[in-house]
T-cell receptor, first 114, second 111 residues
């Protein structure tokens, strides 16, 4: 069974640009959540989607957005990039809503903003 | 504010010894706790979880202990192996379904 797949694995952008990251969950998993990981702040929750609906949102500005498609694949978008957005963005999937069950993480998309 | 934190940022143990990684939390409304392991260049991997109606749960070579009185969570790894070297995170989920992670403890296993 394939794991959680995130693309791209690495990308470099400049300030002001926007970026879209993609996450394909494990087959059959309906819940996808996104996290930002930085050395200074650790792992921080961005948002969670279940059956194409955003179920929960972390404390991030509106520049961070996401969506989930009918096949459970998810994308997150960051607009007007800032230097501080440089981070590892992790996606996790779970069978049901993430309030129960274990999360399966992808290997992340490492974003560098110059 | 409420937070999830770790007592020690690094832990070094001898191969074969037992490891104990600690985590403090302050949100008494949290009812579900998880330990993750993150190896270099990889995403976090689920190790074990525990609900607040339990105080101990055992897995293969790992045990999680929950002390709700002092809001303390620990992960015990028996007979630590070099492959256990990684960063370990605790996480809590509160009654708003918000997931918060601790800063992480780097475990180094010396041969």
């Amino acid at each position: 069974k394939a794991g959680v797949t995130q693309t791209p694995r690495y990308l470099i952008k400049t300030r002001g640009q926007q970026v879209t990251l993609s996450c394909s969950p494990i087959s059959g998993h309906r819940s996808v959540s996104w996290y930002q990981q930085t050395p200074g702040q650790g792992l921080q929750f961005l948002f969670e989607y279940f059956s194409e609906t955003q179920r929960n949102k972390g404390n991030f500005p509106g520049r961070f957005s996401g969506r989930q498609f009918s096949n459970s694949r998810s994308e997150m978008n960051v607009s007007t990039l800032e230097l501080g957005d440089s981070a590892l963005y992790l996606c996790a999937s779970s069978l049901g809503q993430t309030s129960t069950g274990e999360l399966f993480f992808g290997e992340g998309s490492r974003l560098t903003v110059l | 504010g409420e937070s999830v934190g770790l007592h020690l940022p690094t832990l070094s143990v001898q191969e074969g010894d037992n490891s104990i990684i600690n985590c403090a939390y302050s949100n008494s409304a949290s009812d579900y706790f998880i330990w993750y392991k993150q190896e270099s260049g990889k995403g976090p991997q689920f190790i074990i979880d525990i609900r607040s109606n339990m105080d101990k749960r055992q897995g293969q070579r790992v045990t999680v202990l929950l002390n709700k009185t002092v809001k303390h969570l620990s992960l015990q790894i028996a007979a630590t192996q070099p492959g256990d070297s990684a960063v370990y995170f605790c996480a809590e989920r509160d009654n708003n379904n918000d997931m918060r992670f601790g800063a992480g403890t780097r475990l180094t296993v010396k041969p």
